[in-house]
């Protein structure tokens, strides 16, 4: 049965589906992208509208997302994936069936008015089954066209003003001439049309009564305020500053106009002003705080948060910005309570789940960052950094896979975090889609050339292309900019080796890797490595010796294949633990002769 034969002929929704497709069929992809939303906002699990929503979008990354979410939503779905296939985002799968080119449609026949009985002809020569054919034919030239001449530009992935995060792959790139520009990317839908949904981070803090004549004045200003035109808002406010001189809360929304406008130092003696007049207005102290990080972004702001948090134990914003201040200023636990106090006031704070997820994650809380962040996201789908952080939840909690999706999100709306390419490469490689890595780095080495983690991430990109000589000078590059950045070191191994050099693999990972190594994890990588070298090698000895120190190690600290491979190796079943208690010390005979 194909999709739109699925469609129940009494649901309301399903009616408004078929305007949306009608609407498609006429070319009015506006229409029917207004009535796909709409339908998305009040079922969001409905892979149907995200699969025609997918052709009713702007950009070639939107129609990944909507196809992907349809796959999600149903994994055998064979539009969702034949459309994925057709965009590069799937390999291809001859169980697929192509584009149906005459399916008549169940729906259809129960719309059409009914004819009188006719003599039978010829199917083509109907009337309705020509229709059909032409319909069903042309839609398959519009998948085409949509599908098939559209290729998925490169995703990125930013950080969060947070380190990142170590996983088992590395990150390197090759220096190989002038490297392609960003490409101009086409400006997408904003997701508050896209999902239909709108979000307020900072709501009104209070709308104080004024006299009636200048009542108006400072409704009009709120109005300006909340429709985004700062510029009418201040205009109308400062009316009633004229006839109020005194009123502490018109300064704090001129204030906050400037603060939208970006235009920080007048936002910071406008909150300044307000607090000359009523030094115990809580939110001109947040809105100085907020305007000062940007004119200062080196001061000290724990007084004004503090203050505004001290005239106003219910400032659900202030306990959130507070605790993002904390935050990035090494106090996650701070941070952590600061959040946990605004979601005691607002349970609905998607802000404050975004906060309190990427403390989480500065502490190593894992799981419960992720069940945060996937909050975060769930009460606000259109608060874009939301993606960001359950991106880097998943990559801390291991489910690499799942990032992909989220930082495609996050990166279609925040196209300008270029170091979000970085990190979007190391999970591409995770993966093992090296190409999008490939792709994804070039764009971030464009505006950071002089990365060495950027480098060797594009090394592991060569390396799973099976192109070890442009990995081998990537790696240089890396070594060349940091020559203590273990992940070069071995990269540059795994090149030689890859070449056919084990020798030189051996060499490189004995005497320059291995010395850098801090972490258990890279001594897992380096005893690994070694291992498989000298077992090329035919130093079976030497290799026996390095299998038993890389299972001296926790199993935390390596892939589970690498302690079944090094079992396999001694003759020892998995199941059984080994006695192995002495010290490794390096001997001559490890060496060999390159």
Not at 411 to 424: G, H, K, R
Request: aromatic share 10%; net charge negative; hydrophobic share 40%.
């Amino acid at each position: 049965m194909s999709d739109e034969e699925s469609l129940s002929e009494g649901s309301g929704q399903n009616v408004l589906l078929h305007e949306a497709i009608e609407a498609l069929r006429k070319g009015d992809r506006v229409r029917a992208r207004e009535i796909l939303t709409r339908l998305l906002k009040t079922d969001q699990a409905n892979p149907m509208c995200w699969i025609w929503l997918s052709t009713a979008v702007d950009t070639p990354k939107e129609r990944l997302y909507c196809l992907q979410t349809a796959l999600q939503l149903d994994p055998q779905n064979a539009a969702a994936k034949r459309g994925l296939t057709l965009l590069g985002g799937l390999a291809p799968d001859e169980a697929v069936p192509p584009f149906p080119l005459n399916h008549p449609r169940s729906w259809e026949e129960k719309l059409s008015i009914p004819q009188e009985p006719k003599a039978e002809r010829h199917a083509v020569g109907r009337p309705l089954a020509r229709l059909l054919v032409i319909v069903a034919t042309s839609l398959a030239v519009i998948a085409v066209a949509y599908f098939g001449f559209l290729s998925p530009n490169a995703f990125a992935l930013a950080l969060f003003n947070q380190g990142p995060r170590r996983m088992f792959v590395t990150i390197t790139f090759t220096p190989t001439g002038p490297l392609n520009s960003i490409p101009t990317l086409p400006q997408p839908t904003p997701l508050e049309v896209l999902l239909h949904t709108d979000y307020t981070p900072t709501p009104l803090y209070v709308v104080t009564e004024h006299p009636i004549e200048t009542e108006s004045s400072f409704n009009a200003g709120l109005r300006f305020f909340k429709a985004g035109d700062y510029d009418n808002a201040i205009s109308m406010f400062q009316q009633v500053l004229n006839a109020e001189p005194k009123a502490a809360d018109v300064y704090y929304y001129i204030g906050e106009s400037y603060r939208m406008k970006k235009n920080y130092s007048k936002a910071r003696d406008t909150f300044q002003a307000a607090i000359n007049v009523n030094p115990n207005f809580a939110p001109a102290y947040l809105g100085r705080a907020l305007a000062t990080s940007h004119t200062n972004p080196d001061a000290d702001l724990s007084n004004d948060f503090d203050a505004a948090v001290s005239l106003d134990p219910h400032f659900i914003a202030a306990y959130i910005e507070r605790g993002a201040y904390r935050r990035t200023h090494n106090d996650p636990n701070g941070a952590i309570a600061d959040e946990n106090t605004a979601l005691e006031l607002n349970p609905d704070s998607a802000l404050a789940y975004l906060y309190l997820a990427s403390a989480q994650l500065d502490l190593g809380q894992n799981e419960t960052a992720l069940e945060s962040a996937l909050k975060a996201n769930q009460i606000d789908l259109t608060l874009v950094p939301a993606y960001l952080v359950l991106a880097q939840a998943y990559i801390a909690n291991d489910q690499i896979d799942k990032a992909t999706g989220a930082l495609q999100m996050y990166t279609v709306y925040s196209p300008e975090d270029v170091d979000a390419y970085l990190t979007l490469a190391q999970v591409y490689n995770a993966i093992g889609q090296y190409q999008q890595a490939l792709n994804s780095i070039n764009l971030y080495l464009n505006a950071n050339p002089r990365d060495p983690k950027a480098y060797t991430q594009r090394g592991l990109s060569y390396l799973g292309m099976d192109n070890a000589s442009l990995a081998e000078i990537d790696f240089k590059a890396a070594a060349a900019l940091d020559p203590k950045y273990f992940d070069a070191a071995l990269g540059l191994a795994r090149a030689y080796y890859a070449e056919g050099h084990p020798n030189n693999a051996y060499i490189q990972a004995n005497l320059t890797a291995e010395p850098l190594t801090k972490t258990e994890n890279q001594k897992a990588q380096v005893y690994y490595w070694e291992a498989t070298f000298l077992e090329k090698m035919g130093s079976h000895g030497a290799a026996i010796e390095t299998w038993k120190h890389l299972l001296l190690l926790s199993a935390d600290a390596m892939p589970e294949e690498w302690r079944n491979e090094a079992f396999l190796h001694l003759g020892i079943k998995p199941s059984s633990t080994p006695t192995l208690r002495y010290t490794r010390t390096p001997t001559p005979s490890k060496t060999p002769t390159p």
